[in-house]
């Protein structure tokens, strides 16, 4: 993927968050199966991987799987499962020759055996790159990581009194910084239980254009966009 535009003008999130979405309508507007637009939504995130983390972007976030997606077709749940086994194989040497590191985000069960393998494979494999970090939310709810990140301060006797925002952080799937951008694709104005403490800052981003053919030139706009806007945290604006 190529970009005619100039990234040294433009400013730089460090973490960027997507939400991974229509490429089942993608597919039904062409006249072919819902499982056909996930194949394409998996071919273009290869790519669209690539293309954002060589713009400088430091912790990239992908929401793929929901702990909700579970109430879809039995047949959808398993082609989407065997798309995250081939990707994960078929990606490894990516991830390594661009010294990504990936981690995961959610629930173990109920995902097949052969999801959670390929994952951990993945996730072992790259554990010591250093060159960014792509955080796949799988099997994720951002209501389950904040019951989950109480359970394991509950069950390690923190004590409470002297608890911080970034102590809790530390209890969640991984320890990221917040998220700065965050984009879904699609046209769809919710954040369907997405990365919840973590998007409390972020500056959102709804293109229309559905997941299969979001590229480089539809990220460039989400950062010329992110660009122009003022973050102002509570303070004062500084325009
Ligand atoms: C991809 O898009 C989301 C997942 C990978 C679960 P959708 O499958 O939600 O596509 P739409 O929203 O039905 O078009
Ligand atoms: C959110 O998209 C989950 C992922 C993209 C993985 P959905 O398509 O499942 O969300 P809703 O049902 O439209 O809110
Ligand atoms: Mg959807």
Known sequence: MNSEVDYSQLK????VAIIVDGNGRWAVERGLSRLKGHDAGFDNLRNLVRYIMSRGVKVLSLYVFSTENF????EEVGHLMDLFVLMYRRDLQIFMEDN?????????????????????????ATKNNTGGIVNFCLNY???????????????????????????????LYQ???????????????????FLLWQNSYAEFYFPKTKFPDFGAAEFDQAIIEY?????????????
Do not use: C, Q, W
Not at 142 to 171: N, Q
């Open 71 to 74: 109430k879809r077709a039995k």
């Open 12 to 15: 730089i999130p460090t973490h």
């Open 100 to 124: 990504i590191k990936v981690v995961f985000s959610g629930r173990d069960a109920p995902l097949p055996k052969s999801v959670i393998k390929a994952r951990d494979e993945m996730a072992e």
């Open 141 to 171: 709810g951002g209501r389950a990581e904040i019951m989950d990140a109480v359970k394991k301060i509950v069950h390690a006797s923190v004590d409470v009194d002297k608890l911080t925002d970034d102590d809790f952080r530390h209890y």
């Open 227 to 239: 660009t122009s806007r003022d973050r102002r945290f509570g303070g004062n604006t500084k325009a």
């Open 175 to 193: 320890d990221l910084p917040d998220i700065d951008l965050m984009i879904r694709t699609s046209g769809e104005l919710r954040l369907s239980n």
